[in-house]
Structures are given as C-alpha cells and as structure tokens.
C-alpha cells in the first residue's frame, strides 16, 4: 500500500484538472519543468501514449523512475536546471512549471513559454502560500546577485510573519528562503502577475490549496472556454483557500515536532474521554471474538 504523504505538495494531486485541460488544448508536445519523484510524470506519459502526444521533463537529478519511463513511454528526459535546460528544445503547447520557485526563474520560464508558442498553455504550481511573494531557492547561485533576496537556509516561513522565524515551514538545508516576503521581483505569483500586466490579453486562473496551481493562458485561446469551465469553480475559491490556511496551521502546530510554533495545551477532558471511548471498543471487540469463536464451535 502506498503511504500518503502528511503534507500534499504534489502536482499528481491536481491531476482531475490539469489532465481535462490537457485534453482541451490536445497538445502535440508537453513539457514539466521539475520531476521530483516522478509520480505526476508517469500520469502524462499515460496520458501521452494514449493521445499520440509526446512528453519532456527537464530535471537537474532525474530518477531511475525518469529513466525507466523513457524506455517504456518515450519520455524525454532532459538533465539540467531550467530555465537554460529549455535553450535548444523546439516550443511546446503546455508547460507544467514546478522547478525552482522563484521570481527569476519563472519569470524567464514564462517568457519562454510565450515567446516559443503562439498560445501555450502554462500551469505553474506554487502561485500561494509560502511560494506566492517570497521566493525560494534550491541553490541560491543560480540567480543573479541582482535578481536575489537576502536568504536563509536556517529560518522557516510562518503564515503571520513576513520576516522568517524559528520553526516554521522549511527546507532543513535542503533550500533557502528570501528572508522577507512580499515587495517587488519576489515570489512565483508576484513573477506571473508583472508578466501578465506587461503582456495584454493574458489570463490567471489560480487554485489556492495544496501550495496553490495557477493556469495562464491567452484569452482568445481556441479552448480558453473549456478551461475556464473546467478551472473556474476553483479560481480564487476563498472555501479552499481556508482549508488550505487551516491545513497549514494543523502541519506547523501539531505535525512538524520541530516547529517553535506556540501549541494550545492538551484538553485533558477530551483526552479522557477519547480514552474512556478506547476502552469501550476494545471491550466490545473482546466480545465479538468470543461470539465469532462459540459460533465456530
């Protein structure tokens, strides 16, 4: 059995809308920008193969995952960091962007993005909380002094503070953070929001949960119609972006052992209860063995 992870952050989890909007553009070539374990990559190169479409991954450390696809599925495995892994690569219809989560890196994935294809259609994870207005980076030389925050790898992000603090969401050494969120050039959604102004007849849809999963496209698109159907019920939602804020603060205060986040002490009435309920259980599971083992005499 697969075990689930106790913090969602995949893709693989928006598959019930990325793979309809797939199937309304019909794309010939789709690319994803960051592999990770290769789970969402498998569901496109299904999706692929039953579609006679092709699918690429750009990823710095491909899997043997990646690699065993390619055998099986035709995947195109490109090693290397985007956005210098798509120099070279012919324009794609789709563009699923879940690489470094930063403003100048996805800012340069969206430019290519447009300028390759007349209307792609670009699904970037990572457009809310903490990634929307404050960048991220899994190594910090990759941007350019001028184009970085101020970082560290030791302070997390906390919903209720811009500046880091002790505890919190965070990479253990695995990435940084811009130490302040928010102001200019920082953050993924803050990238696609400046590119959107500076670009007319651009739209963004954005779904607020599990990291948040935003959909730009062109407005006159040909299947613009069939994405915002397929989309709009959760553009925005405010619903979901209260479930995604509490399913933040249950992870910080009572799921992550290392967080300094100040946890309400335990309601010992409930506790006893909740115990008072196990002991009633198991002895009527006593029971239910001892009638199961008298009929089976």
Known sequence: MTRRPLLLHSLREFSS?????????????????GGEAGLFTRELCEWAR????????????????????????????????????????????????????????????????????????????DV?????????????????????????????????????VDGGFRGNGAFAYAITEGGPRNGVRTAIEDFAAEHGGLEFLRVPCIFGLGFVFRSDAPWGDRVREIVGPFDESDLLARLERNRLDLYLRFLDPLTSVEVAPPDRGLIASLQRQVEELEVEVARLRLEAAERAV
């Not at 809308?17 to 920008?33: K, S």
């Not at 470094?100 to 209307?119: G, K, L, M, Q, T």
């Open 17 to 33: 809308l990325i793979l309809p909007c797939l199937d309304a553009v019909e794309p010939e070539r789709v690319v994803e920008i």
């Open 50 to 125: 039953e579609r006679g479409a092709t699918v690429s991954c750009i990823e710095p450390a491909p899997l043997p995952e990646h690699h065993q696809l390619a055998e099986t599925h035709g995947l195109q495995v490109v090693a290397g960091k985007s956005p210098n892994a798509l120099e070279g690569l012919p324009p794609f219809d789709v563009y699923l962007v879940d690489g470094d989560h930063n403003y100048h890196v996805v800012a340069a994935e969206i430019r290519r993005a447009f300028a390759d294809a007349e209307s792609p259609l670009v699904i970037a994870h």
């Open 128 to 164: 809310a909380w903490p990634c929307a207005r404050r960048d991220q980076y899994y190594d910090p030389s990759d941007v350019p002094d001028d184009a970085r925050h101020e970082f560290s790898y030791d302070g997390g992000a906390s919903p209720d503070h811009r500046e880091l």
